[in-house]
């Protein structure tokens, strides 16, 4: 649910290295793009999230742990699966924060920048998330069609029945929206340069009439 990159589970210019605070710096410059790019040979599904959402989570993920209160979450904790001695519980005052309001500014550049390199760039399969709740397996069929891989009726039946929210974070409730205008207008503003960047390359636009904010 996080914003990721393509070859690393957590924030797109850093890796976790113990505590939280203390990361082994990731660089979202040219040559490091490029040569991501290059590692997956071009190609790519390209899932995007509702960047409001996706902000929102990754900076939950970011200090409140891994799966933090899921239900494999609260497992791993219980059975010390995760090393989560650095992580903290979830302060809802830190939303309204300077730190926030620059993690979001910050975030929703990238979030953008990662769009553009793989639709220009690359041979990718664009999927929105909102299309992947409302019919599961349209999507995965497009995704299998893609990778070139033979869909099997079986799981899929699986797939269209079973619940996977085991590694879900419970929804938290906000009393007020964490992003101030200026923010929401730059997210906004990015939501639609990326739109632009679709209909250039013929995948369709972003529904940003459905984002929530929080």
């Known amino acids: 649910g996080c914003l990721l990159t393509f070859n690393h589970h957590m924030q797109l210019d850093s890796l976790e290295e113990g505590n939280p605070e203390n990361y082994i710096f990731y660089p979202m410059d040219p040559q490091t793009r490029l040569f991501n790019m290059l590692y997956f040979n071009g190609r790519s ?48 005052t830190r939303f309204y924060t300077e730190e926030f309001e620059m993690f979001a500014t910050e975030t929703i550049d990238k979030w953008e920048t990662i769009i553009r390199d793989w639709v220009e760039l690359g041979d990718t399969l664009v999927v929105q998330l909102e299309d992947v709740v409302e019919d599961r397996i349209w999507e995965i069929r497009r995704i299998l069609e893609f990778l070139g891989i033979v869909p099997d009726e079986r799981r899929l039946k699986c797939v269209k029945f079973g619940h996977f929210d085991v590694f879900k974070r419970q929804s938290i409730k906000m009393e007020r929206n964490p992003y101030n205008y200026r923010t929401e207008q730059l997210i906004y503003y990015r939501i639609e340069q990326a739109n632009r960047v679709l209909l250039r390359h013929g995948h369709k636009r972003l529904p940003a009439g459905k984002y929530k904010q929080f």
Do not use: C, Q, W
């Open 45 to 92: 599904v390209l899932l995007i999230r509702n960047p409001f959402k996706a902000i929102i989570s990754m900076f939950i993920h970011m200090f409140s742990g891994t799966y933090s209160d899921s239900e494999f979450g609260k497992l791993a904790k219980e059975k010390k699966i995760f090393r989560n001695e650095f992580y903290e519980e979830l302060n809802m």
